[in-house]
């Protein structure tokens, strides 16, 4: 009789779950883990790895499929809790709810609260701006952002546009006063409205009309970088600077009447700019009129760009970069006695540059004393172009000179005159100029130059 041998697998039997029966569960040999059921609580299991580890989990069946899900670790969840969690997550499975759907839900739902929580605090930021950031914050930040694409011109220009006033004036008596925009510093960007521009406009349009359009002019380009900033756009109300009121109070662009000397009037101005104590702010006003430069432009003339032997003159231009024109002979003999205290042609001693600082002063007290009427230092640039008409100067070689931008087709593509074709029509409107103002001196020769020290 053969007798066969029969091995049957014996299943865990199921215990209720206690602090104790927990602590006697161990993964088994050779085994990564092993599961163990309660007895109480249908699905609930206790999972041990080869590690020791030990956490709850729960296992049903959902649509014919196993569904296992990892409750959480013994340390974490009491055995009661664990219970819960397990009888909570049968209760939905009966329901044909997945438990994991559920919790893909809530945390979708979680991050669309903390997103919506984050817009408003950023929201509120803008708000926070709106309440807060003022013209006198942002202005210099806007200068700095900018510094690197700007010539220190313009750099200059946008810092004194909006300086405030209350100090000591370098020269004469009394305090300086507030620049057109600095009555404004403290008006809030969100309350730069067109009617609040217009009012300011209008105010400083009645004493300073030039002044107030070239800050009207650097406030508008201000207000479109802020536009194209994250961080400041939408902040100054849309079309602020483009409001029909603001148009009302915008000054005239027209020329200045009057802004220019007449040929009866050269002597007298000569007479009274050569009498100006200060000789380098002479020489400077007479080189003005006589060159047809940009007040800057000559103010920024150094001496590495004056030719005495070649008898020219290179000028930083704001047009072209630079251009170089006939160094005619009497500003030769004006320069030549200048002394020689720096790198700047017209030195200044007392100026944080080295340059001479403010020449208006000094030519309006000279205009004074000789009885002509007020002019500006753009109106003695004015006066070379209209005086060198006597003399039947092409309008291409004076255009040339004073670094105007070509007007016709031929001018801007063909046309570029020669140093010496220059020097011969700029000498001849020199000569005529000094012959109206009656005056005589010895030309410097080419190569040589008197050389004073401070």
């Known amino acids: 009789m053969t007798t066969v041998s029969h091995t ?142 700007w010539s220190e011109w313009s750099i200059r220009d946008h810092e004194n546009i909006a300086r405030v006033g209350g100090e000591k004036k370098i020269r004469g008596k009394g305090l300086t006063e507030d620049a057109p925009l600095a009555s404004l510093l403290d008006v809030k960007l969100s309350e730069l409205t067109g009617i609040c521009i217009a009012e300011w406009l209008a105010k400083e349009a009645e004493t300073r009309p030039t002044r107030a359009a070239l800050a009207f002019r650097l406030l508008s380009v201000f207000i479109n970088w802020c536009d194209s900033q994250s961080e400041y ?56 009129l006589l060159t047809g430069a940009r007040r800057r432009e000559l103010s920024a003339l150094q001496w590495a760009d004056v030719d005495f032997q070649w008898l020219s003159m290179t000028i930083r231009d704001k047009v072209e970069g630079e251009r170089t024109i006939p160094l005619t002979p009497y500003v030769a003999y004006l320069l030549a006695a200048l002394p020689r205290r720096n790198e700047w042609v017209f030195s200044s001693p007392t100026s944080a540059n080295g340059q001479i600082a403010e020449p208006t002063p ?11 009427p007020d002019l500006t230092l753009h109106g003695l640039r004015r006066s070379f172009g209209s005086l060198a008409e006597w003399t039947e100067t092409p309008a291409g070689v004076v255009a040339q000179v004073m670094g105007h931008k070509p007007s016709a087709i031929a001018e801007k593509h063909y046309r570029r005159r020669p140093l010496d074709l220059l020097r011969m029509w700029h000498v001849k409107i020199e000569a005529w100029i000094l012959e109206q103002a009656e005056i005589k001196f010895e030309p410097v020769k080419a190569g040589l130059h008197v050389v004073k020290t401070a």
């Open 8 to 149: 049957s697998k014996v299943k865990d039997v199921k215990k209720n779950f206690t602090a104790d029966v927990i602590a006697t569960y161990q993964c088994k040999a050779g085994k990564s883990q092993t599961i163990y059921w309660d007895a109480k609580t249908t699905g609930l299991g206790l999972r041990v790895t080869s590690t020791g580890a030990k956490s709850y989990i729960f296992e049903t069946s959902l649509n014919n499929k196993t569904l296992r899900i990892t409750i959480g670790d013994i340390r974490t969840y009491s055995i009661k809790a664990a219970q819960v969690e397990a009888t909570n997550l049968k209760a939905m499975t009966d329901k044909g709810i997945d438990p994991r759907q559920v919790k893909a839900d809530q945390i979708a739902s979680d991050e669309a609260k903390a997103q919506a929580m984050k817009n408003e605090a950023a929201a509120k930021l803008i708000q926070d701006k709106h309440e807060t950031l003022t013209l006198g914050m942002v202005w210099p930040l806007y200068i700095e952002a900018r510094r690197k694409r």
């Open 233 to 288: 756009a939408g902040l100054v109300p849309s079309g602020a600077c483009k409001a029909q009121q603001v148009r009302d109070e915008m000054p005239s662009k027209n020329t200045k009447e009057g802004d220019c000397l007449q040929r009866e009037q050269l002597a007298p101005w000569f007479k009274a700019i050569r009498e100006v104590s200060n000789p380098v702010l002479s020489a400077y006003l007479q080189s003005l």
């Open 362 to 372: 000094a030519h309006k007290r000279a205009l004074l004393n000789a009885g002509l």
